[in-house]
């Protein structure tokens, strides 16, 4: 899952990359159900009630396998999401995730249910882990708090830049051109430990991982430094980097991070998040993304993510065919 503590992995990265994290808070957790243009919430009583019923088996939905002993409403396509973090979800459903999300459940022909929990410790125990909901729509490959589907796509940290501020065409950390600069960097994350080794962290500006979204964006703080001139560039998670550096007037600059040489590698692959014992709703879900591919791409780019080939190309709408 994006936002849980960095960890070593034997896939495509050597970390997990980072999303927004919301500090712990008395917050709870809560359920909602979507209707085509509409949010209505409930309580988390309701949610545990939908816990509580999970010994009684539904009916089986046609064309969707035995899915009656892994999910609690095989009619339903119920999301864990965060309810505020852009550019992934939010409650109000302005998310890429929240539009994937939409997407498959119309491509399932089932309702669209939430349970939104802050994105920190616990996130995966608290949703996935409690059978409060079925799947996480960005799950990094290579984290083991839940099972991964294919990815669907791939993506990398990247250097946020003014385009007419002299650094338009660096494409690595190692340039020399960036080592009077002072770099924006959210802390603990990869990309720092490559900025350490090239002597750029004398002068970064570190910007805290941990943070409650209600009230603070780490990505957002460093994109109005950046503007301000407080710092000379920034480096951010590709979704995030892509978002804000388009919301900027001008726009910014996005340059993917994939010729380091050194340090942790910093492009993953990511797809969904199901439980370890739901194998059948893994494989209608991996069946989704191969059939969809094209169509998922074009949300995704919609919201400006830097997409990657598996030759670390950038995938453009011209070349969206392309497989990520």
Not at 106 to 115: C, P, R, S, V
Not at 166 to 190: F, N, S
Request: a neutral charge; proline letters at 7%; one cysteine or more.
């Amino acid at each position: 899952m994006h936002g849980k503590e960095l960890k070593r992995s034997s896939s495509d990265a050597d970390a997990i990359p980072e999303r927004p994290l919301r500090a712990a808070t008395k917050e709870m957790a809560m359920t909602s159900v979507q209707a085509p243009r509409s949010l209505a919430f409930v309580a988390l009583g309701t949610a545990l009630l939908a816990m509580s019923y999970h010994t009684a088996a539904p009916a089986q939905s046609p064309g969707t396998g035995d899915l009656s002993i892994e999910l609690i409403d095989p009619d339903v396509l119920r999301v864990c999401a965060d309810p505020r973090n852009l550019p992934f979800s939010s409650e109000a459903g302005e998310g890429f995730e929240n539009k994937l999300a939409e997407f498959v459940a119309q491509k399932l022909n089932k309702k669209l249910a939430y349970t939104f929990f802050p994105q920190a410790t616990g996130f995966v125990r608290m949703t996935l882990g409690s059978h409060r909901c079925d799947v996480i729509m960005g799950f990094p490959q290579g984290d083991d708090l839940a099972q991964g589907t294919n990815p669907y796509y791939r993506t990398a940290y990247a250097l946020v830049v003014k385009p007419d501020g002299g650094l338009g065409e660096v494409t690595t950390l190692a340039d020399q051109r960036l080592k009077d600069k002072r770099i924006g960097i959210v802390a603990g994350t990869p990309p720092a430990t490559i900025m350490a080794h090239n002597g750029l962290m004398d002068k970064a500006k570190p910007y805290p991982l941990m943070i409650d979204t209600r009230v603070d964006s780490s990505a957002a703080a460093m994109i109005k430094d950046l503007m301000s001139g407080e710092i000379d560039a920034g480096v951010l998670w590709g979704p995030m980097a892509g978002y804000y550096a388009k919301q900027s007037n001008p726009p910014l600059k996005v340059t993917p991070l994939v010729h380091e040489s050194s340090g942790p590698r910093l492009i993953y692959r990511i797809g969904m998040g199901v439980r370890v014992a739901d194998q059948n709703w893994k494989r209608l879900l991996n069946r989704l993304i191969q059939d969809n591919q094209l169509a998922i791409n074009k949300i995704l780019l919609g919201y400006d993510v830097p997409l990657l080939d598996e030759k670390n190309h950038i995938i453009t709408a011209e070349t969206a065919t392309k497989q990520p």
